[in-house]
Structures are given as C-alpha cells and as structure tokens.
C-alpha cells in the first residue's frame, strides 16, 4: 500500500508532500479523493490572491449595511409619517409630532456618536483624504467610530428632509473602518505582515464600495471616490474598487428585489425620459447656461458654508456652548429646521412632507409639471401620493414655481446651518437635490416659454423638464465637491444616459467656474478643521516650475554623529524636538548613513540609565567613553533629494510615495532636509503668489 | 488732458500703465474704451491659461478629422456598393468589382504609410503607452507619420468589414500627433519653455480625445485611454481629458447633425431596449457565464494572435518578404479575405455585405431574430435593407444561429491574419463585433430556451438579445485590451444604460480571466515588438515585496573624479558605452557631484582636441596637466536611491517621475546604478518565479 502512496505522490502533479506518518495510515480511497480534491480547489482558490475574497467580502458587508440602514430608516419612517396622519386635524399634536420626531433623533444621534467617538461627526471624506497622504489620524478608523458612526447615521437618515442630510460620506468612512478591520483580521490569517501599500490600495477600494453600495451606481462610485480622495491614482487600484464596487452595488440592488420591493435589478430613481429625441439642439445652449447658474450658485453656497462653520468654530460663545452640550446644540438647530418644514406651516411651501427620495423622484418627473397641473385638481392630499409625487410641489396659490424659489431660497441657508451639526451625515445627497430643483425651474420655465417645444426642422419635440432636473443635480453637486463623475452618477441613478453630452457640459461649465473660485467642499472642511493635508500646486503658480529644494528646505539641522557619547545625546535631545534625526558618520564628513526616530532614541537613553544604574556598583566606568556606535536600530535611508530637485517633483515624490520626510545631500553630505511642513509652507506661499528666494 | 489721463490711470482698477508717449497723443474716448475694453478681456481670457485653449482647438480638430474621414469613407464605400449592385446578374464582374476595391485601396494604404512613414502602421497605442513611460520614440510623432497615417487609415476603413479593422487606435495615435503639433506651436508663441511634465499631460489628454472623436464617448473615452495607457494617474490630467474629449465628442455628433444624418444629438448606435424591465435576476447568471465564455475566447485570441504576428516578424521567409514587399504582402492577403467574404460566396453565411456599423447595428437590435424571422419572409435581398439589418444574417438553409457561428470561426482567423498587415488601423472594433457575435447568440439562444421569457413571480418578460450582445461587446473587447472601460463606451454608443450591472459583472469575470493567463493586446503588441516598456509587477510575484535595489542594481560602475585628465577620460570614453556617468569628487571618497551625458564628453573631447592643434605651435603644454575640473556641464542629481530602498518604491519611481536612471548611494558613496534596463529584468525575473539573490 505504501508503494502505491508512493507511486501516486510521483505521479500527482503538484500533490501535497505527505509526511511518512500519513503514509502509514490506511485511508479509503474515496476519502482520499475527496481529500486530494479539496486540497487541489483551496489551491485553485488560493491563488486567486486574498485580496478578492477580501474585496468581495468588503462589498457585501457593505451592501448589507447599507441596505440594513435603509430598511429601518423607511420603518422609522413610516411610523412617524402614520401618527402624523393619524393627528390630521389637530394642528398642536400635529406639530408636537412632527418637531419631538426630530430632535429626539438628532439629539440622539448627536449625544450617542459624540459620547462614544468624538470623531464619528460629519461626513469623514476629508479626513479619509487626509489619511490617504499618509498622514495617521488617531483613532479615526477604529471599531468604537464604526459604531457611533452606524447608530449615529441612522438616526440623521431617519430624520429625513427635516434636516436635509444624506449618507454618502459617512458611508464612504464605514467602509473605510470595515476594510481596516478586515485588513486586520486578514494579517492575523495569513500571517503576513502589514503592508502599508496594501492598506492603502485598500482603503482606496473601500472609498468606492462606500459610494457604490449608497446609491447602487458602481462605476461612478469608484470614479466619485477617485477624484474625492486621491491626487494621484494607480490603474491597478480602480480594478480593485470596480470589483468591490459592483458586487457591492449588485448585492445592494439585489436585496431590494428579495425584499419585494422591485421585480428585477433596476436603476434607483428610474425614469422615462423619451430617448428617441431627448433634447433639441438648441437647448444645449440652455444647459450650458444651467451650468453657469449652478457654477455661480456653488460658489456662494461653498464661501457661505466655510465662513459659517469657522465662525461656529471660533465664537466664544458657541464654542463654549458646544463643547459641553453639543447635543443641545443639535436639538436646539433641529428645533428651528423642524419648525420652519412644518407641513402645515411654511413647509407646505417647499415640499417638506417628501423624503429625500420622494424628493429626487418627484424632480427628475419625465412629466412637465406646467401641463400637469393644468389638467390634476390641485388640492394638497392628506396623504402623499407615490404616482404623483409633483403634487407636493403645486401649492394651490403660490404655484410651483414659487414652491420651487422658495426651497432653494430657505433651503441655502438651512442647509448650511445643518452642516455645522456635529453628527454623522452626509453633504451630497442634500447638494444633489438642491441643484436638481435649481434645474426644474429652468426646465420649467422651458417649457412654459415653448409649450410645444422648440421647432427644429418642421418637427415639434417637447421639452422635458426632467433632462434639466438632472443636469442641474449633476452640475452642482459636482461644482461643490469639484467632481466630474457626478455626470455619470446621475445616469446611474436613472438607469438612462440620453442626455449624456449637455450633462456633462453643463457639469463641465460649472466645474470650471468652482474650481476657479473656491476651495471644494472637502477641501473646504480640510481648511476649517485644518487637517495635515498637502494642498496641490495651483496650476496659476506660474512661478512654480523653477523653484527647487534649495529654496524651501530646513536648514537647522541636528545631526547624530555615530560616535555621540550617552551626555551628548541628552543634550541633542532636549533642545530639539524633531521626530527623526539623521545619523551622519562624523560632523566634519556629514555623510549620511541613515535616519533614526526620536523615539528610539529616549528609548535607548532609559534602557541605559537603568543599566548603568544596576551596574553602578559592579564597575565605574567612564561614560563618555560608551560609544553609542551600533546600539540604536538606525533606519536605513531610501530616498535622498538634492537641492536641484524641482519643487514638483519633491511633492509628486511625497504624494505618491507617502513619504513622511526626506533629507538633502548636496556633494555627499546632508545639507538640509524636507518635511510635509515645509512642503506645505512653499505650496501655500506660491498659492498667494509669492516665489521663495532663491539663496 | 493730461492730467485726465493721470486721474484716470489711478482711478481704473487694474488699468494697464501706459508709457508717456502713449499718454500724449489724444485719442478719441470711444476708441480708448474698446481698447481697455479688449485688453480687459485679452487679460481675463489669459488668465483662464492657454491649456483649455489648446485643449479645445485638440477637441475640435480631431471631431473634424473623424468626422471628415467618417465622410469619405461612407464616400468611398456607397460609390462600390452603387457598383457592386449595378452588376448584380454577372458573378465574375460583380467578384472582380468585391475585389479589386478591397485590395487596391489596402495595397495603396499599406505602400503609401510605409513611403512616407514606416512608424504609422498598426494601431499605435503601444508606442504611445511606451512613450508615456518617458522613452523617446524617433519620428513617432511628427507631421509626416501624421499624413500617413491618415491617408491610410481613410484607405483601410474604406476596405471596410472585408478586412474588418477599426480605427480607435490610430485616432488615439493621431491626436497624439497633433497635441505635439499644437505645443510645439504654443511655445513658440507663448515663449514659453517646454515642459516635460506639461507635455505629458497634454499626451494623455490627446489619447482621451482620440477614442472620444470616434464614438462620440466622452466619458469611456477618457476612462478607455487612461486604462490602457497609464499605470498611474494623476486626478488633474483626468480633467483636462475629460474637457477635451467633451468637446470632442460634442463636435462630433454636431457635425452629423448638421450634415441632416440626424436630427439631433443622440448615440452612435441608439438602441430601444425596455427599460422597465431589462433582465430577470436568474438572467445574471447566463450574464456571467458569457462573461466566462468571452474571457475564454479572448485568451485564445491573443494567445494565437501573438504567436502568428511573432511568427510573421521571425519567419525568415515572410520576413525577406514583407520586408521589400510589404504592400504585396498586403495585396496577397487582401485578396484571400476579400475571397472569402464575397457575397455571392461564402459571404453569404457571414454577413459580409454589412459595413461595421451595420453589423453592430444589427447585433446590438431590440427585437430577438427568431421570433422575426418566423414572421418575416427570408429571401436575401440583392440590397441591404437598413431597417432589417438582420435578415443578412438569416440565410434560408443555414438559419441565423448558423451564420453567427460560421462567423465567429471564420473571422477568428482572418481577423488575426488582418493584424498582420502592416498599414495604419485599429483593432477595437473588430473585437466588439466579435464580442457582439458571441453575446448574440447566447442571447438567441435564451431566447430561444425560454420564447416567453422567464417567469418571475407570475409576470413573463421577453428575453432581449440585443442586450446580452452589448455584454459580449463589452466584455470580450474589455478582455482583449484588458479594460473595464468597456462596459461604459458602450451604454455611451447605444445611449441606454438599464443593463448596467449584468454587463459590468461579464466584464469583470472576463477581464478576470484574460488578466491571469495572457497579457493585453497591447502588451502583447510591445512584446512583440520589443519595445523598451517597463512592465509592471505582478501581484502574483509574492517575493517581489521584499526584493531591494541593493540586489539587482548595477555595480559595473565607470565614476569620472573631477581631477580626471583627457587622456583618462578618452580610455573610459572608449571602454565603455553608458549613456550617463558619474562625476565623483575623486575616485577614493567616491562622493557624487552630478552627472555627465556621454554625448557632452564627446563634444568636450573634440573642441579639446581642436584647441590643442590650434595652440600646438604657441605652446606645448603637457596634456596631462589640463585638468578637466568645471569643464563639462555636469547636470546635478536629482534623485538618489540607497540600496535599502525597496523595488517596488523604485519601480513607482521610474513609473511616476518618468526616470531614465538613478544612481544607488550608500553611506556618501556611489555604489551601483539602476536604469530602466535593471528594472525590466528584475521585474522579468520575478514574473518568471525567480527571486534575485540577497548579496
């Protein structure tokens, strides 16, 4: 028998190498087989590369979250719009229902999040940004924030249209703190030692499900999260984000058909625009002049924004306020909003009993809202009717269009005040509803200004106001995150892409104005929160191709000699703070040898002060004479700049390669070294226009 | 009036200062106000910077191009079907006539392009993806390649679906071409330096605008260059892609509205597939099972594709003939597939008579061919009918499943036998359609298995065939270039995206598939043609994160101390061939100053020799006393490895900042170089399994 072990082990190709131990026992046959066979898929299985079952994974997790959220949000839901309709004739109750709603959940959501994570707030791209440069931002992507981050959302999401908040950023963050967690466990596994530039190929990965798995649109999801999060980007990175991307926004999908609530995989907002002439040539003009609008408006609403949240941010007293009972704060900010979207109320005049996808469904209506209240009895239903979602829209004596004026006029600032809440949400969503209703009202009055529709060529089409709805959400919200893919994400939305070339234009148009004018609203939230990021070089630095790192280098440099006595060092130590000193072989050659962290350093001196301090009685020896030569672990050094470098590729240097800090040799020796600090002090410098000297 | 001038001069903001001679001469009001008024604008226009300018005019120009050519083409190829259906009755004519046209116009292409240029045959993507990584390729890009390439690119796509090639890849080369045209004008006006960086960015955006021009896809355009040119990118360059191909793509459609083709700017190939319900959940699977079945195919393809191209360019034979004869070889091999394709032939069971449009017209059809050929009448009409499309591919005996097949084997090999042609075309296309094919008959198939379609909770919807053809197009092209892109360009060509996901997930396993066993069609292209390409490494290479630039760095170092006599230097100059030497402060502390190109030592030592015959009668100086210190420009180094720094930070290097070589510096010495030729082998070696020796 063992010959026959030995005879298939030869013939095998590429079996296991069975231990003679093994060999000894008389297995059957079949089991043997299944054995081989199981042996051989893991192996199939295995060179696949973990990385896919960790993305898929990564995707359906976040699939299921997102579903999970949606599921109890509706429920929530629901049940506060029941007892509001059960209320219907008692205004008081009505209003009491309404507002207690709302505030108990964002004061909730605002306590839970802040007890448990301080840094679960707000929307978390800015800060994945950060992280992405290589900067490590404590406890930013723990379990503890997931949690927070998790309840926290629910209960903004559940709060609906009232505070006008979405969930794509914070989604973006949890998937981020599931693909550490899940890296995590990976290196427990497979035993293979963290790699930094495979955290950071994943966290590129889980920026994209996050998108992807919030609104089922993966292609634009990976390209939303490329151009939010990253300056430079690896090809082989954006096939890792469209894998998880699609089987997160499949799973997504899919869920909702095995929850019954669709009959097969569709787009979210689905709409029927006519495509056998979606727009008229003309038009395009329309569009373009669109984009301008949301360009303009983006702006505004991006210098409004900051100045808000940094005045928050520096008023004594609200600062005061804040920071001990930022759960009132919530409430007392929610009370307002709620106050004013009463339905009863001024919210009869912007729509207010619609939620937030109520909102984009009604707005993206393949159906001109002029035509259709001229035929529809106008009277405000009790109930909100799914098949006319526009209704909300018309009030009886304010018409549409005031209804329409009114919300962008009162949502401008509403908005702005809800963004300085410090609980987990999401800015787009509310950004894409606003710049769809500024396109209805073009789209509108389109169609009022040719009722038949422009005449081309004998033939009369008309114009749809839908087609506006969603260039004018694609516009700005792209003008205020300063993206292009929100052009694609719209089409995603609606599973219908006839309107692709005047979208893209109007998105184009609008892009350009913002980016002209005012930071994104990522970078924006960078600045206030003034994050460690390092801005780009603005291509209007004209000045920026002749500087060099001679120019913008730290000269005070502290070198270690390698043959530095315990006192010296000591010295060096407590009159500087630099976190990596440089290790020269001798202060008259200055040749680098290599770099050693600051820590290791104060390490070594307690290590030794405790064994001088037991072999003090052993033997008094001299203590300068301990040479400190081969004692410390000193890193070698991978990277070295000249001060001929040019300013850009030093930064491209720093971007891409994650690099901390880098040292100058000139001829041999260290003359000086470069740190994201410096680097950002040159940046910002040409920034404003001024060009270092050069020395 | 002066004092007017002067008051004026302080009060307009930004005013430009005008000298005092200017200042005296008394214009009229008016027309000082409309020069301020220009300048005003001239500044303002200035300030937007020349980039979108220039990307704009690249746009226009290749929308013209594309637009110019489409027309002639169609030219071109109504007046031979005119031809070929005037002789309808007289077989040997009417073969003679198939022919003749075919083979004349790729022998005049593939004579013409290799006269005037041998650098414009073939696609051109892979010299431009080489190019991209930072090596010069002689004549690649000049005006001359450029006439060429477009006369013959005009001749092959005339030829048409006889010899099935596309034209994506020589438009990608053609704008490339003329973004190098445009910059070489723009710093002759501008007066600017011309910079590298600059001047790659505006290569990526060109690619962009190339595939955009030909579909009219601005959005897969530049996803689609950026794939299958880049490995990495940068966020910046996407945008100018983007508005580049946008108004490109946007040009494009506009000219074919305005030549009354259409009525308004809608996709290429408009389809009118049912939105409401496009495919039923167990339909995924067959999604994914086509996706595996493209995946497959495409391996097969480029596997055998490889092997004949390289057999055509080693077989001495084929090689002595094409070699003086290429315009008879491609005469010879014209002839074979015109032969085949001719109609009344063997023509008759592949479809021939359809242009590539048509064919993908008819493939990407609504309405599933079995149920219209049991309605309809089957008889092939002597004109092909552009309503019916299909009923070309339904032959009377053979049925349509029959034709499909007979297709997919038949141009299997004679589209690999086109490639070999050595005249400017593209091989996209010709892999969509035969994606198409493939997906057209699953599709028919399921159409066929299930003629009510599947029955999901009670409702029967039809099977639409059209859309698992729009998988297989995307699929199989996407495997072949090995790009997801794919699954965009072609919601963008048909203008409906209800099939999003299905699509996106064949792609995926397809490209899955083609990634781990072949490389891409361009790959291959480079290997094959040897071009000096830095491959990437494979993720697969599990050793290759731990390989540094101390293992495979190159230690046979020729240093050049400062101190060095001519003499010295001519042996060196003579011993060796390195493109670049060292400078060191002297050969014992081996410090690095900088760098000498081989080519500036040359000309020193030449200028040296001259003076010295010129001063030999003044003076005879002892040679060797001519010290060469501060005689050679020596360029200063700018980047510096150490051999601890690791290969795949090295390699991203070289990628990134488009390196041709470094020096290794290990404790102030020099100890070694890497060039792009150690990298390449390393990185050969790991993908073979073997990891470098540690030293």
């Known amino acids: ?139 930013y992507l723990t379990m503890k924030t997931m949690v927070a981050k998790m309840v926290g959302l629910t209960c903004s999401l559940a709060a609906g249209s009232t505070i006008f908040l979405g969930k794509v950023g914070p989604f973006v963050h949890i998937s981020s703190m599931i693909a550490t967690y899940l890296g995590g466990i990976r290196t427990t596994v497979t035993r293979d030692y963290e790699n930094k530039s495979k955290r950071y190929e994943m966290l590129v990965a889980a920026a994209a499900v996050g998108v992807a798995s919030c609104f089922g649109a993966p292609i634009s999801g990976v390209l939303f999260s490329v151009e939010v999060t990253s300056s430079h980007f690896a090809v082989r990175n954006y096939w890792r984000g469209f894998f998880a991307a699609t089987c997160g926004a499949f799973m997504f999908r899919l869920l909702s058909v095995f929850n019954n609530e669709q009959e097969t995989i569709i787009a979210l907002f689905k709409t029927k625009f006519k495509v056998d002439f979606p727009f008229d040539l003309p038009e395009t003009f329309i569009f373009i002049i669109l984009g301008v609008i949301c360009g303009i408006l983006s702006c505004v609403y991006l210098f409004c924004q900051r100045r808000l949240v940094g005045y928050v941010r520096r008023n004594p007293f609200v600062q005061r306020f804040t920071a001990t009972e930022k759960a009132v704060y919530s409430g007392v ?20 009993r619609l939620t937030m996808k109520e909102l984009i469904s009604s707005l993206f209506d393949h159906r001109p809202w002029g035509a259709l209240s001229l035929n529809g009895s106008l009277d405000l239903h009790s109930r909100v009717d799914p098949d006319n979602l526009w209704v909300d829209w018309c009030h009886p004596t304010f018409t549409f269009y005031g209804t329409l004026l009114f919300f962008l006029f009162m949502k401008f600032w509403m908005l702005i005040l809800a963004t300085t809440l410090p609980m987990p949400a999401g800015y787009f969503m509310p950004v894409l509803i606003y710049g769809a209703v500024i396109g209805r009202i073009v789209g509108e009055l389109m169609a009022f200004i040719f009722p038949n529709g422009i005449k081309s060529e004998g033939v009369l089409n008309p114009i749809i106001p839908g087609g506006y709805a969603l260039a004018g959400a694609a516009a700005f919200s ?67 191709y002749s500087v060099t790192v001679g120019q913008f280098m730290n000269t005070h440099l502290q070198c270690l000699a390698q043959d530095l006595s315990s006192t010296q060092l000591l010295q060096v130590l407590t009159s500087t703070s630099d976190p990596v000193y440089p290790v020269v072989e001798s202060t008259e050659s200055m040749v680098l040898v290599g770099s050693v962290q600051r820590s290791e350093l104060i390490n070594f001196l307690q290590n030794e002060a405790e064994q001088i301090k037991d072999n003090e009685k052993l033997q008094a020896k ?60 040159v940046t910002e410098e040409l920034a404003n226009g001024r060009v270092p000297d050069t020395e």
């Open 1 to 139: 028998m063992a010959d026959v072990w030995d005879r298939e082990k030869v013939t095998s190709p590429g079996g296991e190498e069975r231990s003679p131990l093994q060999q000894k026992l008389q297995r059957p046959k079949t089991r043997d087989c299944t054995t081989a066979c199981w042996s051989f898929v893991k192996r199939q299985l295995s060179r696949v590369g973990d990385d896919w079952y960790f993305l898929f994974i990564l995707g359906v997790l976040m699939a299921l979250i997102s579903f999970a959220m949606d599921f109890t949000v509706v429920k929530l839901f629901r049940a506060h719009r029941w007892l509001y309709e059960k209320l219907d004739g008692n205004g008081l109750l009505q209003y009491m229902a309404w507002i207690v709603y709302a505030v108990a959940l964002t004061t909730f959501a605002t306590g839970f999040s802040q007890c448990v994570s301080p840094q679960s707030g707000g929307s978390g791209i800015p800060e994945l940004k950060t992280i992405l440069t290589g900067v490590l931002l404590e406890e």
């Open 333 to 352: 900010v929610t009370l307002l909003l709620a106050s004013i979207t009463f339905p009863a109320g001024l919210g009869q005049f912007m729509a207010s």
């Open 478 to 544: 792209g003008a205020v995150t300063h993206t292009l893919s929100t052009a694609l994400l719209v089409f995603e939305l609606t599973g219908q892409i006839a309107h692709f070339l005047p979208v893209l234009l109007a998105v184009l148009v609008a892009n350009a104005i913002a980016q002209k004018f005012q930071p994104s609203f990522y970078d924006g939230t960078i600045i206030v929160k003034k994050l460690p990021y390092l801005p780009r070089i603005r291509s209007t630095a004209t000045g920026s």
């Open 622 to 681: 001299d203590e300068d004479m301990m040479k400190l030569e081969g004692r410390w672990r000193i890193d070698p050094v991978t990277f070295q700049l000249s001060p001929s470098t040019s300013l850009h590729q030093a930064h491209k240097l720093f971007e891409l390669l994650v690099l901390q800090h880098t040292f100058v040799i000139s001829a041999g020796r260290v003359v000086g070294y470069v740190t994201r600090a410096e680097l950002k002090k």
